[in-house]
């Protein structure tokens, strides 16, 4: 029993090595293998010890691989900057080597990053490709290289939202007046007055709505419905 308790207090002092759940599951999109990656993890367990420059000799004791393959793939992390070298100083102002896994992390972060802008990226395109076919449905027909290149400028120049666009498009068609001219002027009052949402284009159009109503109800006919001329803005 006594000894029992002895291999687990052991075990206990050995301690744990935290591993980033991310490094586990992108390992391979950053450029990793599997022998590269838990020679990295032996490192780090090395530096978690305090052992800040592990030998490719101590390395090769744990794993299934030469001293001299572990040599090789310490050279390779490096110069694929996947671990770094940097230089520390004992109380005794010696310098010595240590390794740095902060390439390794920036790589992950990078990943991310980049798999963010790819996912936006997507995003953008379906969207992008929906509006377009809105616009198609709307019109009866296909758009004119004209047409697709104001779109793509209330996109990318004008930097409008496509339901902001696919929402102009709608007062155009409420209004009775579907053209690329009509929608690009609702655009453009709605930005000057800082519309960005879709309950707030849907607010304004209503209030200038009402607004003309009663200005015009002497004129109109109480079965037409009196809808703004966002041209004559």
């Given at each position: 029993m006594v000894k029992e308790k002895e291999i687990m207090m052991t075990w206990i002092e050995e301690g744990t090595i935290q591993v980033p759940q991310l490094l586990m599951s992108k390992y391979k999109q950053i450029g990793l293998d599997e022998t590269e990656l838990v020679l990295l993890l032996h490192v780090h367990s090395f530096m978690e010890k305090g052992v800040f420059f592990p030998t490719p000799e101590q390395l090769a004791e744990r794993m299934t691989v030469s001293g001299n393959t572990c040599v090789s793939i310490l050279k390779k992390l490096v110069q694929n900057q996947f671990i770094g070298i940097d230089e520390g100083v004992q109380q005794d102002s010696i310098g010595f080597e240590k390794y740095t896994l902060k390439p390794l992390w920036l790589?992950?972060?990078?990943?991310?990053?980049?798999?963010?802008?790819?996912?936006?990226?997507?995003?953008?395109?379906?969207?992008?490709?929906?509006?377009?076919?809105?616009?198609?449905?709307?019109?009866?027909?296909?758009?004119?290289?004209?047409?697709?290149?104001?779109?793509?400028?209330?996109?990318?120049?004008?930097?409008?939202?496509s339901s902001i666009i696919k929402a102009a498009l709608k007062e155009a068609v409420i209004s009775g007046k579907l053209n690329f001219r009509y929608i690009d002027r609702i655009l453009f009052e709605w930005k000057k007055n800082g519309i960005k949402t879709l309950d707030q284009a849907r607010n304004y159009g209503e209030n200038f709505r009402q607004k003309r109503s009663k200005s015009n109800q002497a004129q109109r006919s109480s079965a037409t419905v009196p809808f703004y001329n966002w041209l004559e803005q």
């Open positions: 790589k992950l972060v990078d990943e991310l990053i980049y798999e963010s802008k790819q996912d936006e990226l997507e995003k953008s395109l379906t969207q992008e490709s929906n509006l377009y076919t809105t616009f198609e449905q709307e019109f009866g027909r296909p758009l004119s290289p004209l047409e697709c290149e104001t779109l793509s400028m209330w996109l990318d120049q004008d930097q409008h939202d």
